[in-house]
C-alpha cells in the first residue's frame, strides 16, 4: 500500500517555526516531483512549495517565498518543509504530495489536480 505519511506539525507561536516531514512508503517518489500544499478551514486548498526530484528546482507560493524551504532525502523518501517567521495566515493542514507523470524532470506544477498521490495531512497552528 503506497502511503505518504505527514509529521511535525503542531501549535507554534507568531514568529516560530516548524518543520514539516513526509515519509513516503509503499514506493519510491524518488525520481518525481513533490509538492506541500495546504487548506485552511472554508478554504480552498492552495500550493505552497514543490521541488523536483533532486530537490535542486523549487518554486515557492509567493505567501511562503522567503520563509519556507523544501527540501527532500530520497535515501528516505522523505520531503521536508522547513517554515520559518509564522504567522496567523499559514494556519492550516498541510498536505504533501506526489507527481508520477514527471519523471526526472525540471517542471513543476502548483495545480492540485496534477498530483496524484497525497498525503493526510499534518495541522499547523499558528498563534498570534
Known amino acids: 500500500q503506497v502511503q505518504l505519511v505527514e509529521s511535525g506539525g503542531g501549535l507554534v507561536q507568531t514568529g516560530g517555526s516548524l518543520r514539516l516531514s513526509c515519509a513516503a512508503s509503499?514506493?519510491?517518489?524518488?525520481?518525481?516531483?513533490m509538492a506541500w500544499f495546504r487548506q485552511a478551514p472554508g478554504k480552498e486548498r492552495e500550493f505552497v512549495a514543490a521541488?523536483?526530484?533532486?530537490?535542486?528546482?523549487?518554486y515557492y507560493a509567493d505567501s511562503v517565498k522567503g520563509r519556507s524551504t523544501i527540501s527532500r532525502d530520497n535515501a528516505k523518501n522523505t520531503v521536508y518543509l522547513q517554515m520559518n517567521s509564522l504567522k496567523p495566515d499559514d494556519t492550516a493542514v498541510y498536505y504533501c504530495?506526489?507527481?508520477?507523470?514527471?519523471?526526472?524532470?525540471?517542471?513543476?506544477?502548483?495545480?492540485?489536480?496534477?498530483?496524484?498521490?497525497w498525503g493526510r495531512g499534518t495541522q499547523v497552528t499558528v498563534s498570534s
Open positions: 504530495a506526489a507527481d508520477t507523470d514527471v519523471l526526472y524532470g525540471s517542471t513543476l506544477y502548483r495545480g492540485v489536480g496534477r498530483y496524484d498521490y
Open positions: 509503499g514506493r519510491t517518489f524518488s525520481g518525481h516531483p
Open positions: 521541488c523536483n526530484w533532486s530537490g535542486v528546482i523549487t
